[in-house]
């Protein structure tokens, strides 16, 4: 048998080690979906405290229960090192680690390259590599490749095998996990996807292959530039319709009565989180090298980005309708996190608003059940959330709506403010016609 046959077999009956490089909200799940099908699994990551708390069994990820750590570290399925010499004994290994944007807005491949510089020194004969970390087509083939081959003479596709696979994690969502979500699988080589189709087919429960490790970088970035040029256009649309004195909520609530050809996106105060407003421009950065401008993506970025900008220009000018002023006023932005529901607020646009707000002289207080506090890197203030939310209400002169939350009493709050904008029609119809609300 050759390389390829003896690895495959490893993986098929379970007796290869797994190392996951980098143990946050994506390798903790993947590491656990490999684990619970029966490998022998290892998590990797420099981070002491993730590995010191791991090792008292407790999971310090949302959609990790600390029952199902404790378990498998029992059952000796999953443990956890900061050392990452521990890689010399894997068979295979997935790279789960960040790619944000440094504040140029270029990809910041640093995290790729430091795991793979510490792999490359362990890399050996037999041994699968798939990166899943989202990032510009090509990377796996003109970064990762020759760095885990040149120098150790390593022949992919023969003697290792590189893919990449796209995580597909959203965090908090219990409909889909790691184990139910199609997974995407594409090799440097056909041989290369092989291997990487074998392992991650015996413990997930769909794997599309894919032809090529780019194709499958491709598909990742097609999946959330879809979102984030979809949101710029319902965005836009909102623009549109306030000078058509048209109700752009109503609007696509008509529109989304379309059973085919139509996929509901709502307006909102800008663009958060750690995937939508950074995947899109991993790809429109690397298509620069080809001289060639995304433009959709180059859009929907711009009008995106201006909401908080917008938001704050529909508050002024609906405190002065009131004949009210902002400067001075106590504003109450109500919900902070990147999106409804989470305690994450990463790229949230509320940090926007708030600073645009206090730009305009406004007294501005937040309230999120989620976020305690938050901090503003580039101004460099932070803020605590007020402890009564009701009592906020009252006491402000505009309530802004930022993200709606479920646990919010939206009644309580319609009945208890003087004055509210709500930039996520958080209100609904309860709000319909009623003077002290102004909507997006
Ligand atoms: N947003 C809008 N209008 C919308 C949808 C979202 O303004 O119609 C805003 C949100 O408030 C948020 C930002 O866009 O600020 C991103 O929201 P999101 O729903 O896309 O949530 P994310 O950032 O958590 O995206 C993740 C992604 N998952 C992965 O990359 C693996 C995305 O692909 C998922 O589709 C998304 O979760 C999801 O569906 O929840």
Not at 84 to 90: E, H, I, P, Q, W
Not at 207 to 230: D, G
Not at 403 to 427: C, G, Q, W
């Amino acid at each position: 048998m050759n390389t390829k046959e003896i690895l495959i077999r490893k993986l098929q009956d379970k007796t290869a080690r797994i190392g996951i490089l980098g143990m946050g909200y994506v390798g903790m799940p993947l590491a656990v979906v490999f684990a619970e099908a029966g490998f022998n699994v290892l998590g990797i990551d420099p981070d002491r405290r993730k590995v010191d708390t791991f090792n008292k069994g407790i999971s310090y990820i949302q959609d990790v229960p600390t029952e199902t750590v404790a378990r498998l570290k029992k059952e000796g399925k999953l443990n956890m090192t900061a050392d990452f010499d521990a890689l010399k004994d894997m068979d295979a290994v997935s790279i789960c680690v960040p790619t944000p944007l440094r504040q140029t807005g270029d990809p910041d491949m640093s995290f790729i390259v430091s795991a793979t510089e510490q792999l490359a020194k362990y890399v050996h004969k037999g041994m699968v590599i798939v990166l899943e970390s989202t990032t510009y087509p090509g990377t796996t083939r003109e970064l990762a490749l020759p760095m885990l081959t040149e120098k150790s003479g390593l022949k992919a596709g023969e003697d290792i095998f590189i893919c990449f696979s796209p995580e597909r994690v959203d965090p908090g969502r219990e409909d889909f996990t790691t184990y139910n979500t199609p997974k995407v699988m594409g090799g440097i080589t056909k041989d290369c996807g092989d291997v990487g189709a074998a392992w991650y087919g015996g413990a997930i429960k769909t794997v599309v292959p894919v032809s090529s490790a780019e194709a499958a970088e491709m598909a990742k970035l097609l999946e959330n530039t879809f979102r984030m040029i979809n949101i710029g256009l319902v965005n836009e649309l909102a623009m549109m319709c306030e000078r058509l004195g048209v109700d752009v909520w109503e609007v696509i609530d008509a529109a989304a009565t379309k059973p085919f050809g139509f996929m509901k996106f709502t307006p909102g105060p800008g663009l958060g989180g750690h995937c939508i407003p950074i995947d899109p421009l991993y790809l429109s950065w690397k298509m620069k090298e080809f001289n060639y401008n995304a433009r959709f993506i180059e859009l929907a970025s711009e009008i995106n980005t201006n909401m908080p900008r917008y938001v704050v220009a529909r508050v002024l000018d609906a405190m002065n309708d009131r004949g009210k002023v902002l400067k001075g006023s106590k504003v109450l932005v109500l919900g902070v996190a990147y999106k409804p529901d989470i305690d994450d607020v990463r790229e949230s646009p509320a940090l926007d608003v708030i600073a645009l707000l206090k730009k305009k002289g406004a007294n501005v207080s937040y309230h999120d059940p989620y976020i305690p506090q938050i901090h503003h890197e580039d101004e460099d203030w932070k803020m605590q959330t007020v402890p009564d939310v009701m009592k906020s209400v009252k006491e402000s002169d505009v309530v802004v709506i930022v993200t709606n939350h479920k646990v919010y009493d939206y009644k309580a709050i319609l009945d208890s403010a003087s004055f509210i904008f709500d930039s996520r029609n958080a209100l609904g119809k309860i709000a319909r016609e009623n003077p002290k609300v102004v909507k997006l």
